[in-house]
């Protein structure tokens, strides 16, 4: 299945956070695919293979799961793609070949105008029949998942307890049900002065917590690294700004492992 995630041509609607959100899901139900960055053939990766940057090569080797590729799937590809697209015009032709090529198309938009009206036109061109919606930050109308995407950091947005029970309602809708299969770890320690948890893991994923202010905050990042080195990164992510945006409440531990197991 050809898994096409677009928003057109507006940029920074969470195209990316998406793609890795649905890697996520898809990955703890035990279902083995690909993620393809079409960025990386026009020229700087902007997307997933961007934002997994040093990951990929510990992902891609030590997964039994998931590859992360630059590029499109080749033609006649039979196994799950997940293909995260930058901004594209429909007077592009690759664009548009592509879209007779997917099976579903995750459409992502946000509140601006723009964003709207791009998604619309996408959609329209789309030849198939399955059409996902995805809203970033605002529900807009159409639209059945919602998300509270903040672009600086996806994982952090995906391990956002709402958000990641809204990654699996969306693969439940993209047709891939199951059982979640991950192994609860509940461990606490200190890295470097920072307390931190290692909460539950899965190939290739693990969710870390990490607490700043007396509060903590979650992130999903691939499993690849010591643990140490994670906490780190995760650490050096949450600054003012972000925190600002990112706020989660005291429970959301308890709405988070709710989210994983259903």
């Excluded at 693969?171 to 461990?187: Q, S, T």
């Amino acid at each position: 299945m050809l898994i096409v995630v677009t928003s057109g041509g507006k940029g920074g609607t969470g195209k990316s956070t998406v793609a890795l959100g649905l890697s996520a899901i898809l990955s703890l139900r035990g279902f083995g695919h690909e993620l393809f960055d079409y960025s990386c053939g026009l020229g700087v990766c902007t997307g997933v293979y961007y934002y997994l940057s040093d990951f990929v090569d510990g992902v891609n080797r030590l997964s039994r799961l998931v590859r992360v590729r630059q590029g499109l799937p080749p033609q006649g590809y039979n196994g799950i793609a997940i293909v995260d697209l930058p901004p594209m015009s429909l007077a592009q032709p690759e664009f548009v070949e592509l879209l007779g090529r997917a099976d579903v198309l995750v459409v992502v938009s946000s509140y601006e105008p723009d964003s709207v009206v791009s998604a619309d036109r996408v959609v329209e061109a789309f030849p198939g029949g399955r059409v996902v919606r995805v809203c970033n930050r605002m529900p807009t109308e159409g639209c059945r998942h919602y998300l509270k995407v903040t672009p600086e950091s996806p994982f952090f947005v995906i391990g956002e307890p709402t958000n990641f029970k809204t990654f699996g309602e969306l693969v439940n809708e993209l047709g891939f049900p199951g059982e979640a299969r991950f192994e609860r770890v509940g461990r606490q320690f200190t890295v470097n002065g920072v307390r931190a948890k290692l909460v539950a893991r899965w190939d290739p994923y693990a969710i870390i917590g990490v607490e700043v202010s007396q509060k903590w905050y979650y992130a999903l990042m691939p499993f690849t690294r010591p643990i140490e080195d994670l906490v780190s990164m995760a650490r050096q992510m949450l600054g003012p700004t972000y925190l600002f945006k990112l706020g989660l409440e005291d429970s959301a531990i308890t709405r988070l492992f709710r989210a994983i197991k259903h």
